[in-house]
């Protein structure tokens, strides 16, 4: 590969500014994005990209940043500016093959147990304060500490925390018993098996604070005897190996694993089951995964909702805490305050937890200031690191910013709370079991209780791959069958006028197709079958009932479904064609999926090595050329996906258009990426490291349609109490909630929680302050609490939790207690 030049990658982008773009409209007429170009440029060092920032090279650095340096680098400049998130965090995560890999080498992390030590291993404390400089708080268990779970399940957090806390002299005891069972001897204070060194290889990324992290851990791993290797990589280097590559191999130990969310999180249970099962991630890592039938089956009913209360959910979140210790395939470390700098004369919508690489509506808002278009230049610290395509592509948070420019959705998430807002549908509807834990805040959602759901015979429950047509329910359940939800989603009349990025009008078929996908993936005997999907669909087909198409135009579906969220707006199932990775009609997958079903490419990597072929990349490298011969077949046979299912929906015209706009489209941009977003990709660079995305003029919605979101309002919290309390006397704590110096309203706060935390380490006592008015909570410990707190230092810990924002605030003070 051609050696990248900084030079050439700015001249390239002033070209565009140059030759780009278009003539600023107001902003009263404007739809789509306020900017006519963005120029994203690969930039991994943090110091150059604040630099580039200042000489006006850059407009923003996207990447989340938590180098406090650097942080008082851009406070003391009036050009800069930035946001602030908190849903940034790191891990290792470690390779749980073998014992012994292919190669035989002895891989320690097979063992469970040994993975649960590295919890005791590493000091969190040290890390957090010294390696970040106190931008991030220690983190142990599966939840984040920014995110609304972590408020509800604080007694069992705070208890696993403890347990786990750093014990060097722990962790080396248990490694070494674990080590013996396998076979192992400790030789010269080195671990041996069958004669040679137990050698760990650890893939440490550079780009931030994770390059000190790793050679922190490798340098612990040492201390109790193992060789380690340190492989520095960037994202683009590490991702083939630890992500793609065969665990089996052994060519990794263990990776420093960095995160960002992709929304505020209002029920935490997708973590769980996306790290440390196989159901959510296509990827040769995951499909390793063997977790306990215990923990797996607790994550499942977590994120499905399998429970009828509150009470059961907490019990099955406590036993998902407890197990995913045991299991630690990854282990935590931080949850870092994170900020994104940028000029001062650019504005753009932040979410609280994705900032916004990861946020939906950073597209929808990005703007200069002072003016309307122009062209934006923002900084990614990796730019085209893994194959994109919408099924089973790229899963980094640097080139899902970018496939989030080219989407479009059914509804779009709120960037404080986690909830959605209506985006390409009108409206919905909500039925479900009377007693079900489901609270509705918007009004755009309609919710009704009932005793019982009956899902119609001529919904679709399943797809036959050979028939190609789907099972009815009546089919599948000839019994009949009920449904723990009905959801209703209503589009509107001019949902077909919306236009693909070649000029395709949006039709029904590209809804289908989605709908095909989501089940023909994972059956057999399909062309398309691919062992990673099964996973997913199985935990699918579990709760799913029925889909029923009410009506075409206007598109009205009905989703019958066992599978529920605590929020009637997160229950809504959309069936809009975003699928896991980005955006697609029926045309640009269908030409994959036309690739595949002859053995050609591949949407996921595991399925593509089986195969002995490539992943299939829709906008750059060598399956382009597989795709336009596809294209052109299609095209010149009167090819359609699924043709025995999809011919009812797809006319000749339709089709003859689609091909053709997509052969046009190819020609000009040289990719098959293809959305209904407000930017399209108009080239990408793989070489040079750069994209160049470009406002889509056909965009339906105005500019100023997400100009809603104003500062978010994180609460402020102070107590005051006693320092010192008598044992089995009451004692009373104020708790002060505040937004800007103002009382935070009652109306406006979900809970305000608390613990007590004894000497011992143990937490003595749980419960939830009561309001006395705006701004002010209480907290009362009763005679017979405090008759059990042993002398000495205690620790009161408070959380609390608005409704405005889904980020809960933490405060505490220290007392004494006495007899």
């Not at 990349?617 to 299609?634: D, E, F, H, Q």
Request: charge should be negative; proline fraction near 5%; charged fraction near 20%.
């Amino acid at each position: 590969m051609l050696k990248r030049s900084r030079l050439s990658i700015v001249c390239l982008a002033v070209m565009i500014m140059l030759i780009g773009g278009s003539i600023a409209s107001s902003a009263a007429e404007r739809t789509g994005a306020w900017v006519d170009d963005i120029v994203v440029i690969e930039e991994q060092r943090e110091p150059a990209a604040i630099g580039m920032l200042l000489a006006g090279e850059l407009d923003m650095y996207a990447q989340t940043m938590s180098d406090p340096e650097l942080l008082a680098q851009v406070q003391s400049s009036p050009e800069l500016t930035y946001s602030v998130s908190y849903g940034g965090y790191t891990e290792l995560t470690f390779n749980p093959a073998g014992p012994e890999f292919a190669n035989g080498g002895l891989n320690p992390f097979a063992v469970p147990r040994i993975r649960e030590a590295m919890n005791w291993l590493i000091d969190r404390d040290y890390i957090c304060q010294e390696l970040y400089g106190g931008m991030a708080i220690p983190r142990i268990v599966v939840i984040s500490g920014a995110m609304p779970d972590y408020a509800r399940h604080a007694d069992a957090v705070r208890a696993l925390e403890l347990q786990y806390a750093y014990d060097f002299e722990k962790a080396k005891e248990v490694v070494a018993e674990e080590m013996t069972k396998l076979g192992a001897q400790l030789v010269g204070g080195k671990w041996q098996y069958k004669g040679k060194p137990v050698v760990l290889t650890g893939i440490i990324r550079i780009e931030d604070e994770r390059k000190d992290i790793g050679d922190y851990f490798a340098t612990q791993l040492e201390d109790i005897g193992f060789t380690v290797e340190r492989l520095y990589k960037t994202s683009a280097e590490a991702g083939p190996i630890w992500m793609m590559g065969d665990p089996n191999a052994g060519e990794w130990s263990f990776y420093t694993g960095g995160w960002v969310a992709s929304v505020i999180n209002r029920d935490y249970a997708i973590v769980p089951e996306q790290m440390f099962t196989r159901r959510r991630m296509p990827y040769p890592l995951w499909q390793a995964y063997n977790p306990d039938p215990e923990l797996d089956e607790a994550c499942r009913r977590l994120y499905y909702c399998e429970f009828s209360n509150m009470e059961e959910r907490a019990q099955l979140w406590h036993k998902v805490l407890e197990l995913t210790m045991k299991d630690s395939v990854r282990i935590w470390i931080a949850d870092t305050s994170d900020y994104v700098p940028r000029r001062a004369n650019v504005t753009v919508a932040a979410d609280l937890a994705a900032a916004v690489a990861g946020a939906q509506l950073w597209p929808f808002t990005i703007r200069f200031v002072d003016k309307v278009g122009g062209t934006m230049k923002i900084g990614l610290p990796s730019v085209l690191t893994a194959p994109w395509n919408p099924i089973a592509g790229s899963n980094w948070v640097y080139d899902q910013m970018m496939t989030r420019g080219t989407a479009d959705r059914g509804v779009m998430y709120d960037p404080f709370t986690g909830l959605v807002w209506p985006q390409r549908i009108e409206r919905a509807e909500l039925v479900a079991l009377a007693g079900l834990p489901i609270a509705k805040t918007h009004d755009w959602v309609e919710v009704e209780f009932v005793d019982e759901i009956q899902v119609p015979g001529d919904a679709w429950a399943d797809w036959d791959p050979v028939e190609q047509r789907f099972i009815t329910t009546a089919e599948k359940f000839p019994e009949g069958t009920t449904a723990n939800v009905k959801s209703t989603v209503y589009y509107p009349s001019e949902l077909y006028d919306t236009k693909w990025h070649d000029g395709s009008n949006f039709s029904i078929a590209d809804v289908l197709l989605g709908m095909i996908l989501t089940f023909d993936r994972a059956k057999e005997a399909s062309p398309m079958y691919d062992e990673s999907a099964v996973a997913t669909f199985t935990a699918f087909i579990g709760y799913h009932k029925g889909v029923k198409i009410v009506s075409v135009d206007p598109l009205i579906i009905e989703t019958y479904s066992d599978s529920y969220s605590l929020d009637a707006e997160l229950s809504v199932s959309t069936w809009y064609p975003i699928y896991s990775f980005g955006s697609g009609g029926w045309h640009n997958l269908g030409v994959v999926i036309r690739a595949e079903s002859a053995n050609e490419l591949a949407f996921s990597q595991g399925k593509a090595d089986k195969l002995g072929v490539e992943q299939v990349n829709m906008v750059a490298g060598p399956t382009l050329s597989i795709l336009s011969k596809n294209l052109n077949a299609a095209a010149a046979e009167g090819w359609i996906p699924y043709s025995k299912f999809l011919s009812q929906y797809i006319g000749e015209e339709e089709m003859n258009t689609r091909w053709s706009n997509l052969k046009k489209w190819f020609s000009s941009k040289g990719h098959f990426w293809v959305g209904t977003g407000p930017f399209y990709i108009e080239k990408a660079y793989p070489v040079e490291g750069m994209v160049h995305l470009k406002r889509f003029a056909d965009y339906p919605d105005p500019a100023t349609k997400w100009e809603i979101f104003g500062e978010p309002m994180l609460s402020e919290v102070e107590i005051d109490g006693p320092g010192q309390i008598v044992s089995g006397n009451e004692a009373a704590y104020d708790v002060y909630v505040s937004f800007k110096d103002e009382p935070y309203a009652v109306e406006y706060m979900d809970m305000v929680k608390y613990l007590v935390l004894s000497s011992a380490g143990e937490v003595v006592v749980v419960g939830e302050a009561e309001a006395v008015e705006d701004g002010l909570w209480q907290i009362v410990l009763t005679a017979e609490e405090t008759a059990e707190l042993p002398t000495g230092v205690n620790r009161l810990e408070v959380i609390a939790a608005s409704k405005m924002v889904s980020i809960p605030t933490f405060e505490s003070m220290q007392f004494v207690s006495v007899k």
